[in-house]
């Protein structure tokens, strides 16, 4: 540089690379950041070094009819490897519907997955427990994990993942069938920092594997699992839970076990849609039980009689949106008793309940002016971490 300045001659090719880093990331333009890679073989350098993330064109984030028809390219024709040696500090790797990816295509992990910290293998249908030690010895620093649909995860491989790598956060184990409470309470013992559990239609899990868990643990889904009353109480056991998702619950021969979510008292949302079977019993615990809780789904939830609408609205003071759609035996006294108590409420949920009267609807419009009621039906609430959306 200082033979340059001599002689007049300056150059961005000369400065360093810290410098030229500096410059890369001051750019805001994903093009004119391929554009910077593709100036000289040392800038694709510096832009090769500083990507954080990489998602395959097989990637999708949304599972559709039409996706699972598409054509799935071979990731291992990808190169796989040769792009993880290209791009070596990754932090995040979205590998979601590389179907024909086996365990043998994870192994650059021992290599380069150092610095990865979140990793989807959504429906990566050949990956086996043996690819998810290969993540666990090569991704510690690992906090969050999506396995939807990995039919070859058990729990050995989900026990060998939450040992090495005691820093997750998130796991989506959705739909994983060889998975139960015994790979859960490895994953809940080892991995105090946990926040969300996705266990939906977990067949083999019935909540026990939550027992003693952290109370950093606010957001559980379990859609569709058969959850026991102690499986419930564990769910529960860590003291932090904000969210719980246990709607379309599977039919129990031991009867109603929602009723230890009375015993949460930092819960804030609820989703019991199709829960067909929850109880009055239930329905009262968790009103007296849950001081904190804002939005309650108990559409479809037949079983509720006017004891249980007069368990919410008595003793749910802090409840802002209910949802009731089709509810059989929400009746006129049951309305009544919405309207006359849930003084927090601000939006209502409210269509196909046969035993209601236009005029029970009409006069709780009038009475509580406030409160919005809306006729469409919520399939799904919002969880309040991105990484299960």
């Given at each position: 540089m200082g033979d340059l300045s001599r002689n007049n001659v300056t150059s961005i090719m000369h400065l360093p690379d810290d410098c030229l880093t500096v410059i890369f990331h001051g750019l805001d333009s994903p093009t004119d950041r391929e554009s910077f890679g593709l100036t000289c073989r040392r800038w694709l350098g510096i832009h090769?070094?500083?990507?954080?993330s990489?998602?395959?064109?097989?990637?999708?984030?949304?599972?559709?009819?039409?996706?699972l028809s598409k054509?799935?390219?071979?990731?291992?024709?990808?190169?796989?490897?040769?792009?993880?040696?290209?791009?070596?500090?990754?932090?995040s790797l979205c590998l979601s519907g590389c179907r024909e990816l086996n365990d043998a295509g994870l192994t650059r992990l021992l290599n380069y997955g150092s610095d990865l910290q979140k990793l989807n293998l959504d429906f990566c249908l050949k990956v086996t427990d043996y690819g998810l030690s290969l993540v666990a010895s090569g991704c510690p620093l690992l906090t969050s994990i999506s396995l939807y649909r990995c039919p070859g995860i058990t729990d050995l491989g989900l026990e060998t993942l939450a040992n090495a790598c005691f820093l997750m956060e998130y796991a989506n184990l959705s739909y994983c069938m060889q998975i139960s409470d015994n790979g859960l309470k490895a994953l809940t013992q080892a991995c105090r920092r946990l926040k969300g559990v996705n266990i939906?239609?977990?067949?083999?899990?019935?909540?026990?594997?939550?027992?003693g868990c952290s109370n950093t643990l606010a957001y559980i889904e379990a859609e569709s699992c058969m959850l026991k009353p102690?499986?419930?109480?564990?769910?529960?056991?860590?003291?932090?839970?904000?969210?719980?998702?246990?709607?379309c619950l599977s039919w129990s021969p031991l009867g109603d076990p929602l009723a230890g979510?009375?015993?949460s008292s930092s819960i804030k949302i609820l989703n019991f849609r199709m829960c067909r079977t929850v109880s009055d019993t239930s329905i009262t615990a968790i009103a007296k039980g849950c001081p904190l809780l804002e939005e309650w789904n108990l559409a479809l939830?037949?079983?509720?009689?006017?004891?249980?609408?007069?368990?919410?609205?008595?003793?749910?003071k802090n409840l802002k949106t209910l949802h009731v759609n089709r509810c059989r035996n929400l009746c006129n006294g049951s309305l009544e008793a919405l309207r006359d108590g849930c003084k927090s409420l601000s939006t209502l949920y409210l269509s196909g309940c046969v035993r209601l009267s236009p005029v029970a609807v009409e006069l709780f419009k009038s009475q509580r002016a406030e409160v919005c009621v809306k006729e469409e039906e919520v399939l799904s609430l919002n969880p309040p971490f991105l990484e299960f959306r």
């Open positions: 090769d070094s500083s990507r954080r990489l998602q395959f064109s097989c990637s999708f984030t949304l599972l559709t009819p039409s996706s054509k799935v390219l071979d990731i291992h024709t990808l190169h796989l490897h040769k792009l993880l040696r290209r791009f070596q500090h990754l932090e939906s239609h977990c067949e083999g899990i019935t909540g026990v594997g939550f027992k102690e499986g419930v109480t564990g769910i529960v056991s860590g003291g932090g839970l904000e969210y719980l998702d246990v709607s979510i009375g015993s939830c037949h079983e509720v009689s006017i004891f249980g609408w007069q368990a919410v609205g008595l003793y749910c």
